[in-house]
Structure formats: C-alpha cells, structure tokens
C-alpha cells in the first residue's frame, strides 16, 4: 500500500447493505427511522457503509430527477442514511448497479448488451443476470448523470459501482464500431473491456480524490488507475466455495490499494433474507481477512420497509468488537511472504475464481502452500519476481516473450522454480521458453491417458515406495544431459477405452519407463502433469508431498515451521513496524451434504511455532489483545513458541528488539 494509500481514512469495519426492491412492494421505506438505523450501526461497531442510490431494478432511492424512483418509496432513504450515519461518524459510500438496470432494459432495450447469438434474454428469468446493460450506449450517459446528481445531493464519503460486465461481450451496432475485427471473439472483449475503463475513468474524474471509489467485477489490476480501493466479494458458503478468497486476497494485496475482504452474513447468497450464518463461520471470514492483512466487511440485506435486522447485527456486533479490540496490531499490516504463485496470462475475473477453470491450478496451489505452511503471494508477470525465493508456475502459465529475459535473470539470480503441465512453454506452445534452464524438451501431450509414477529416494518423503496415479494427464518431456529425473512414469496395459466389447475401465501399471514425470535442472523443477490442478480435483495428499520435497530442495529454511498442527489449520505471517505477527487459524469448513458450513471453532493443544529470525531479536512475545506471555525460546536462528492453546484463532506477537541485546 503506497504512503497516499496510508494517508486517506479507511475504513476497519464495513457493511454492505444491499436494497434491491421488486416494483411490487409498494412499502419501501415505511419503518425507516435514521436515528435508530445508525445507532443499530454503531452499537455493532461499523464504521462504513456501502448504501443504496440504485439497486439491480434500476430503482433510485432519492427524490432523483434523472432516473427512476421507486413506486412505492415513502421517503429520501438514501439521504436520511447518510446523514443519520455522519451523525455517528460513520462512513457512507453510495451504491450503483453498473451492469443491472431492469427497469431501463424494459424502456430501453437498445441499452441492454446485446450478446454474440442475440439473445437479450437468457433462459434463467429468476437468475438476475439474465439481461445486461451495456455502457457502451445512452446507458453510459444516464448512469454517469445519476452519479453527478448524487454527488452534488449528497456529502457520501466514496462510491461503489457494482455488476459491471466482464464475461459477456456486446455486439450491437454501437460496440460494432468499436471492434478491430467486428466477428473476432477477442475484439469483442477488448471493446468490452475498455468501455468498462472509460466509464471508471469518468467517474473518477467526476469524483474527489479523497472518496472512496470501487469498480466491481472489473479485474483489479485494470482497474488500479482508477479505483481507489478494493473489496474482494466472496461468499464462501455462496458460489465462491472456501478456495477463493485465499487466492484473491493474495494477490490483491500487491496491487498497492487498501482492501475489503467482503463477506457476507447470508446462509445462501445474496438476497437471503432469512438466513444467517453460524457465529462462527462468519468469525472464521473475517479472522481470515484480517490474518492476510486486508480489512473486512460483511454484507446484508435490509428489509423493504426499511429496518435493519437486530439479530443479524447481534452477531456482526460480536464479531466486529472483537476485530476492534485486535486493531492496534492489524491495522496497516503487511503481508510477509517467500513463494510465489504465478497466475496464467488469460486468468480471468478478480482473477482467481472458483467458476473459471484456468484458475483452479492457482488456488489449488495456494491451498496446498498453505496446508504446509509457507507464506505465500500470488503474482501476475509485472510485478517483481526477486522478492520470493521460490515461483510456482501451476500447469497452463506459458512465458511471454517480452518476460523471457525477467524469468530468466530470476533463475540466474538464485531463485528456485516449480512449473507443471504446459507451464514453462512459449507462447506459441512449440518448446520450454528457457530450454537450457528447464533442461527438457516439449515433445507435445501425453499419450496414455491413465499413467502412474515412482519417485527416486530423495524426493520419496511422506510418499509410498509403489506407482502412484496421474489421473489428469499432461505433456510429454524427453530428458537433456544435466537434468536428473526425480520420479519416473510407469506406463499402463493399455489406455482406457471401449473396443466394441468392453470397457478398459481397470487398468493396472505394466512396467517403468525411462520417461521422466519430474525433472530437476538446478533450481528448476518441472512436473510433466498438471499437479495443481489434479489436486483441486483429487485432493491426493501425495502430491502435495511430492511439490513439498521439491520446495526443500531449495528452501531448508522456511520462515515458518510447525509442529502439532493439522493440515486444515492455517498459519500467516504480518508485520508493522518494529513488530511481527503470527495468526493461526483452527476452522475446519464441513461438507454438508451439498453445503459447506463452518459450525465451531477447532481447539488445539501444545502447539509449537518456530519463526525464521532474519537477525531480528524480539524483546516480547504475547498473544493479542490479552497480552498473555508466550514461552519462547531461540535456537538455530529460530523463535520457537510453545502455545498451550489455541481455539479457533490466536494472534501471536513478536515485539523487535533494537538493537539486539548482547
């Protein structure tokens, strides 16, 4: 986060609350009372709030005189809001749905997105995407006017744009004009793209540079110059699953703005009204927002009439007094990490999401880093590789030309490898981008589709001594002089297929081959089958140990160790000045039948956490915010704690000595 980024009041504790409010309810607003709607707030301990100027329907919330009030509105909401809020010192950002506008599609249909087969309308009537809006006509204009009229209304404090459109391309006439090449699928998303940008530019410059500014669903990265913050949107009892925000936080934290890991309180997704959470799978989100240095909201949903549930900020209240009592040692915290992930060129979305197929290898890796406790970041090719000691390059990362020489000096420099499948290739997919650095050669895809594998001896830890599966198959390597082959494929009977009289359904291993399944070049490690995303699949533990011996290889050392701490519990590492910071997590998300819950805390006992010292000495060392000492002890350039007890998350702080003491 740059210094300006320091600068600005960001806030710790936010809510979303949404109001998308169907033209049949014609009470709107009816129980609003300002005064108890802020104060509800406040005993909560929320400090922001993301309220409603136009919901999904396209309805305003405000005496508008550009856009479409709602019918059955008996008041200025949004103006009773934010000054009911400012009288709590409460932060209030208004809420803009870019992408939806359903009561303008139906005036306007020359303003919705008009897809590649044509077809306004999608089959699902009750999903709420099942039409667009498209910024790229009169849409744009009026969305901007409406933004303008609320600024000029209202003392909001930020503005939240929401749905904007990344996945479905406009062809009408007036996106058309914009193409290179008006039937190429790759045009289409380019105008796209950049029609989001010029919108988020506009709006920019419509806004003071001391509001917040967020451009939903627009990839973080385009959208760096011109937001001015982050909020990574992630139910994970929703769509997002528990595998998402991992990913996402990791790498939006490099992106230099302040970050929301937002949550939500609902037990399905958004517009579950009725229901909320466990306490504790809530807690076990926001304790995980604040471990990876980013700061938290939850979202709600208010009732039409206009009250907020006392229930549901009961449980928000609980949990957000005690993130505020953990503030002194979260606040401006930074992320300490050594491995890297690096994610694909063509990833996707915010970008690493549960429902675009090329991102599962990352989030898998990141998983798997985590459930063996490395600190890990992801990256995308522009930002610095010669921060991490290791770079995990999971299955599809191809190499850029105009990167080539940056991996290349980072390999030259020291730094350590791990690429898997068809990652390492060229862009054009004809060869390993540095062949001497990987030390094989592409000789195109695996031909058997079911093979197996065998470690050699020193890679063999934690691994069975037998042939192990390769469910997905991957690429072909044939082995140059100077690279060792650290495990072997034993090829099958046969692949599996039908003959016309039977299935090949079972098929054993037949014999080894002298083909290798991982290489080693020096610091290069190379898996020929997509590892990651095999273990987002399968969840076979013994991969996970096989990327384990090759990071040992080149990282003896790690910042944390770890002993009597299952492989769920999660361990992360943040510092402030002159202090660092260990969190760990002890939260086991169940699968349910189709659901994933979060019911209670797990409680660990006797707990040993060494952390690498780098030179640093440490004068005190206690749990946070009770300040209970913690035994410790310093040994072969480790910070050894011994913790009695954790129950759900524990906050461990290492005080800095300077200078050290003799």
Request: charged residues 25%; contains cysteine; aromatic residues 12%.
């Given at each position: 986060?740059?210094?300006?980024q320091?600068?600005?009041n ?10 998308h ?17 802020a ?10 709030i ?24 008996q008041c200025?909401?949004l ?66 006017a ?9 003392p ?11 996945l479905?391309?406009?062809?009408g ?29 506009k ?54 703005r ?8 609902f ?12 306490a504790?799978?809530?807690r076990f ?12 909201g939850v ?19 609980s ?52 459930e ?16 991490y000691?290791?770079?995990?390059m ?6 850029p ?67 192990i ?68 699949e ?13 990071i040992?290889?080149?990282?003896p ?9 299952p ?23 169940e699968?349910?039948?189709?659901k ?15 952390l ?23 040994s ?20 800095n ?6």
């Amino acid at each position: 986060m740059s210094n300006k980024q320091m600068k600005m009041n960001y806030p710790q504790r936010t809510i979303h609350l949404d109001f998308h409010t169907m033209p049949g309810v014609k009470d709107v607003g009816m129980d609003f009372n300002g005064r108890e709607f802020a104060k509800t707030l406040r005993e909560a301990h929320v400090d922001s709030i993301n309220v409603f100027a136009k919901c999904n329907l396209g309805f305003a919330y405000y005496p508008t005189r550009v856009g479409i009030p709602h019918p059955g509105l008996q008041c200025d909401l949004l103006g009773e809001m934010v000054r009911a809020c400012h009288n709590e010192g409460i932060l209030v950002a208004a809420y803009f749905n870019a992408g939806l506008d359903h009561e303008n599609a139906l005036r306007h249909r020359d303003w919705c997105v008009l897809p590649e087969d044509g077809t306004i309308y999608r089959d699902d009537k009750l999903n709420p995407f099942f039409r667009r809006m498209c910024l790229n006509t009169a849409y744009g204009d009026y969305l901007l006017a409406m933004t303008e009229e609320v600024l000029k209304l209202y003392p909001i404090d930020g503005l939240f744009f929401d749905c904007f459109n990344p996945l479905v391309p406009c062809y009408g006439i007036e996106c058309r004009k914009l193409m290179d090449d008006n039937s190429s699928r790759d045009s289409a998303f380019a105008v796209l793209n950049r029609v989001n940008l010029e919108f988020a530019q506009k709006v920019m410059e419509l806004a003071s540079d001391k509001k917040l500014l967020y451009f939903n669903c627009i990839p973080f990265r385009d959208q760096a110059p011109y937001c001015r913050h982050f909020e990574i949107e992630c139910l994970p009892q929703g769509e997002w699953g528990y595998d998402n925000f991992p990913a996402n936080v990791r790498y939006t934290r490099n992106l230099g703005r302040y970050t929301i890991g937002q949550t939500g309180r609902f037990q399905g997704g958004w517009g579950d009204f009725g229901g909320i959470r466990t306490a504790e799978s809530l807690r076990f989100d926001c304790y995980h927002a604040i471990s990876n240095a980013v700061t938290c909201g939850v979202g709600d949903h208010m009732h039409p009439r206009g009250k907020l549930d006392r229930e549901v900020y009961q449980l928000i209240g609980s949990i957000f007094a005690d993130l505020k009592t953990l503030e002194p040692w979260t606040a401006e915290a930074r992320a300490v990490t050594e491995i890297a992930v690096l994610i694909p060129q063509d990833a996707m979305g915010y970008p690493i999401t549960n429902w675009e197929e090329v991102n599962h290898p990352v989030a898998a890796a990141v998983r798997m880093l985590s459930e063996l406790k490395y600190q890990v970041n992801v990256i995308d090719w522009d930002m610095d590789f010669s921060a991490y000691k290791v770079l995990i390059m999971p299955d599809r990362v191809f190499v850029p030309d105009k990167h080539r020489g940056k991996l290349e000096e980072y390999i030259a420099s020291g730094g350590g490898v791990i690429s898997s499948g068809y990652s390492g290739l060229s862009e054009d997919k004809s060869d390993f981008a540095l062949p001497d650095e990987w030390g094989i050669a592409y000789e195109g895809q695996e031909k058997f589709n079911i093979s197996f594998f065998e470690v050699k001896p020193d890679f063999a830890e934690n691994i069975p001594r037998t042939q192990i599966s390769i469910y997905d198959p991957g690429i072909s390597a044939a082995v140059k002089a100077g690279t060792e082959i650290a495990a072997c494929l034993w090829e099958p009977y046969f692949n599996k297929h039908w003959d016309g009289y039977h299935g090949y359904y079972y098929v054993p291993p037949k014999q080894a081959t002298n083909r290798p399944v991982l290489t080693r070049k020096g610091n290069v490690f190379h898996c020929v089958f997509p590892i990651f995303k095999s273990y987002y699949e399968h969840a076979y533990v013994v991969y996970r140990s096989m990327i384990d011996n090759c990071i040992k290889k080149m990282l003896p050392k790690p910042l944390i160790k770890a002993k009597n701490l299952p492989s769920f519990a999660r361990i992360t590492v943040t510092e402030q000045d002159k202090r660092t910071m260990i969190h760990i997590l002890a939260y086991v998300p169940e699968l349910r039948g189709k659901k994933q819950i979060i019911e209670e805390p797990v409680t660990l006992t006797n707990v040993e956490i060494a952390l690498r010292a780098d030179g640093t000495c440490f004068k005190n060392v206690y749990t946070a915010p009770n300040m209970e000492k913690i035994i410790y002890s310093v040994s072969d350039g480790y910070v050894t704690l011994s913790i009695p007890e954790i129950r759900g998350y524990s906050l461990i702080v290492l005080e800095n000595s300077t200078p050290c003491p003799k």
